[in-house]
């Protein structure tokens, strides 16, 4: 971390904060140019808190060096994560379809899409037992009831589930559930990320509405410095100005969170624009980009869904879009659906 | 809610549409223009999700003609919401100002913060306790040992306390809280707005830092249409392109909010740009903009904080910063930290 | 076009109000409903101006059913709009790729890069002569010099070129130029625009850093419906809230804009991030995803360049990515290069 | 500025580093940490390029330590930018209300504004003549007979005139224009900013939508530096995700600028929001904030207006406006439509 002075500081203040930093347990390395006074830190600097050391009037700027995060960082992690779920490996090389509808809504629904999905070939259910909504008064999942047909569709077609956590104390009710899913309204529900590092099922993280990529790798590494090695990475899209898609699909996130983490990234094209016609290009973006999966939304009839029916595809839709990730990911050299040895 | 459809649809879908929307429990009225074909949805529509109709393929769009809030919307209470908390007016014609540490970090700084900014005028006192931090190395808070010390501080000056709730089921030991602050990041974690409107103790809910007005309402909605009418809104600034703020105040939500909504609006300059010069003159704009109260970090030795000691101000900037504050709303014609009778 | 009242409008402020609309040579369609009065305008409302109709205090809101631009709309011409440039077949079903450096800095580097990006597979050179520079004390290209250097270039290797025009007075030094690029700071300079109608010059039209998809037709609508129908637009990254990449691409916009315009629609993978390591991944994303063509930098050798270095790659490194244009394409059963017969 | 290396470069790739930025013409400092090491840059750095620096791949990270802009910075220029224009004096202390409708339309409707708010106490008449307009069908202003009608507006109320250039081509037709404004959508046409700095006209220029406040600064700098001190600048409300204002007012722009540049700065609180009920809290904020006038718009049946018609207020509105503004400036102690002496 680098710590920049403004202009002609006062000996005594420089003095000042040097032993403000050395109190931190970090070493400091003093040098005076012309234009400006710079203070290399040495040590451990994740603990540091930047804006503390910006508020001291002497200082213009502070800088990190090294990021913040490092049980998520490459540098300290140069392998790929890649670890099995339910028997499927997820990470570099791999491609998994998670597929299913936006909410769970009966038995019948969630059962013939299962089979339907697991036909195209799809290796995870998705589906929503517990909604976030933006309304009090929209329909709020069928709870509980959601999460038993959920493994009853499980049991059915052997498809391992993912379905979203919204509350730390449903914690014990999801112990049949595959992934617990965090959603974008929860990546920065710290407490939430905490409990999850101490548990022992894969987590799907999706990235918040409006968060940058160093915080999505701040969130995961809660969940990782617990303990809980098995963090999904999921990029959904982010709020910008435009107005044509519901959100515009940060593609260059899959590479760069590649380069700088090890943990495996998947998209979700559905809630990236919310617009089903755009489902199967950005699929195919995603791919060639170098995601190891994708989270699609599929409802046997989406014009009667009773949440993001809008955004769904209909099964016949995902199977062409399967045949379509078959060929991609053999271009690729990626292995499809592959089941762990 | 209009329902516009695409040009020329059959009948049939049209037919099937309606029965559709009538199996919600509303009316219906169709028009058939010669660009377009219409229908409107007479009814409670507030249950009505816009994409399930927009699934449909022969809807061009949906839109909502009444508002998705009623509960927190000022067309179904045209009164300023004011309540007392802890003997304060709170909300149109009354001005309250919050303030004190990011967060609590000893018994001396919080009591020593708490005299200060009680002899310059505050009428509340805010602290952190428990602490959302983008990382998970950084300063927590002090947790329950921090909720301790703002209670001291709060017999020791009589200033009621406002703190942020991270987690549910730390409502219990909240319960000589007298404001409970919802943060930015947790404006949408629905579960917690939810229990949070079943409790007796007045919220003071932050917008989100990437949602809209609209969002932001829809989550104040649940509290209060759980039947918790006590909700102060704050805006904080929220998230765009500019860098040299960390935040954008968007200051125009003071007036909209007022104009349809009956709750009390306050404002953070402090998070709004975390930049301790601007405290100031964004608390003279708040006020001018028709704000019901301010909310300022003010820390005895900001260079030494904690965290986000580089956007709090010092007990003497806040004394003038009061003295500002005075004559302002004195100015607007509004009561400085009154009492209620 | 709908215009949508307020509930229980009077009668009198309708009827000026339907007086008022058809005035503007349009018929209406008045609809009573319970929640809500409808008026649908019936004919060319491409000329309408939204805004002054919603200033009337009866109106609650006014929402275009038809799109507001004509000439680029693929309804109104449902054909892929494929046509040659100096040869090239430059839309659907054909791929281009533009390559070169930021800005021409003599002659021996245009013409080595010229040479360089020719054998790897380019079949368009691109280069600054005037250069759009936030600064006013950076470089601002070698002007009319360095428009005669990628003459120079053009005549050494066969490659016509691409620059970008900055003052519409350039226009008639421009006459060699093969294709006008109008860049993203230029996207709503209107009177460049509609001079650039006026022209038998193809043009590639950048997308602003923060225009909405329908600006950015409306701004290619300027030029088509001047009469030249040559536009390329090109999607080039948007400014959000990002930090770690210089702007967000907008992959979406590629299929989007294809489905509702037949103009061709390349991407700039250079900009879209500011980061080389990322320019070949979006360059394959943006060829699954149904992208025309690519516009590259490379610079021969990027440290050293007058501008915008950091983003550019070396040749080796655009020969490896031509390797992977060349596979992707013919995937994609797209020509690459392909010469008009 | 500073150059931070990445770690452990080999001496031979620094040595170069180094010769490479003293062949820029300037001297460096070199330190070298534990962690990174670090050259300072000594000399005019304005002109460096940073990305180019970048470039470099043992380079981590440039940061400036000063800024890039020098004719507009505070630092070098301590004293407010005060000066008089046709008679009125601009800048701190000052406080100037610009007024009038959004294009011009006819001569009894500029005529009529302008009197209105002449006697209302505007001090300049605004009103556009040349009009930027997202489609090529709407309404593009009177253009040449839209001036020649300002001027007579001129003569008949004896306020000076304000309006919009959008083709450095008209400037002699502008002559007898007192302030010429540069939009928004022309914020960054580098050409004509350049132009301007050589003419005797002051310069109001608006902030582009989505443009940075340091972009903004170095677009003032390019008139400055030119040598044309009269500029203006005029904070009008950024792009972001909110949809229920047309855009974001960004108050704290005011109170920053003012600190880091010399110029006046001023507010347009009807193109902010498009939301003609916002326009008086927002100008009044404005003005708390420090702002140094105002630009609004007004028309005389804004439901009858040519374009732009849903933000103007009315004669009526306008007047009621400056009654507030005549309050708050003389509590404030700015002098309103002051006169030089």
């Not at 931190?24 to 050391?53: F, N, P, W, Y």
């Not at 998705?126 to 047909?149: I, M, N, V």
């Amino acid at each position: 971390m680098i710590v920049i002075l403004n202009s002609h500081p006062s000996q005594e203040r420089v003095h000042e904060l040097v032993n403000q930093l050395t109190n931190l347990g970090l070493s400091t390395h003093l040098s005076e140019g012309q234009e400006a006074t710079i203070i290399g830190l040495i040590g451990d600097t994740s603990r540091v808190d930047m804006d503390a050391i910006r508020a001291n009037d002497i200082v213009k700027d502070v800088m990190r060096v090294t990021e913040p995060y490092k049980a998520v960082n490459r540098k300290f992690h140069p392998d790929d994560s890649i670890f099995p779920i339910a028997g499927r490996q997820v990470g570099e090389g791999f491609f998994q379809v998670i597929a299913g509808p936006c909410s769970v809504e009966s038995e019948e629904q969630i059962i013939s899409v299962a089979q339907d999905v697991k036909k195209s070939g799809a290796s995870f259910l998705r589906g929503g037992a517990f909604k976030p909504r933006t309304s009090p008064y929209a329909f709020q999942g069928l709870k509980a009831e959601g999460l038993e047909l959920l493994l009853e569709a499980k049991r059915a077609t052997g498809l391992p589930i993912v379905t979203e956590l919204m509350n730390i104390n449903h914690l014990e009710a999801f112990r049949d559930v595959d992934v617990i899913q965090v959603g974008a309204r929860n990546m920065q529900n710290f407490e939430m990320l905490r409990e999850l590092g101490h548990c022992d099922k894969p987590i799907l993280l999706k990235r918040g509405l409006a968060n940058t990529l160093e915080e999505f790798l701040m969130s995961a590494e809660y969940i990782v410095s617990g303990g809980n090695e098995r963090v999904i990475l999921c990029e959904r899209g982010i709020r910008t100005f435009e107005t044509m898609t519901r959100n515009t699909l940060d593609i260059a996130a899959i590479p760069l969170i590649k380069r700088i983490s090890h943990l495996p990234v998947i998209v979700d094209p559905s809630h990236a624009t919310g617009l089903p016609f755009l489902v199967e290009p950005l699929a195919k973006a995603a791919i060639a980009a170098g995601a190891d999966g994708l989270m699609v939304e599929v409802h046997n009839n989406p014009k009667a869904a009773l949440c993001d029916g809008a955004q769904s595809i209909t099964p016949a839709q995902f199977d062409h879009l399967m045949g379509e990730v078959t060929r991609r990911t053999s271009f690729e050299g990626k292995r499809l659906g592959c089941e762990a040895e």
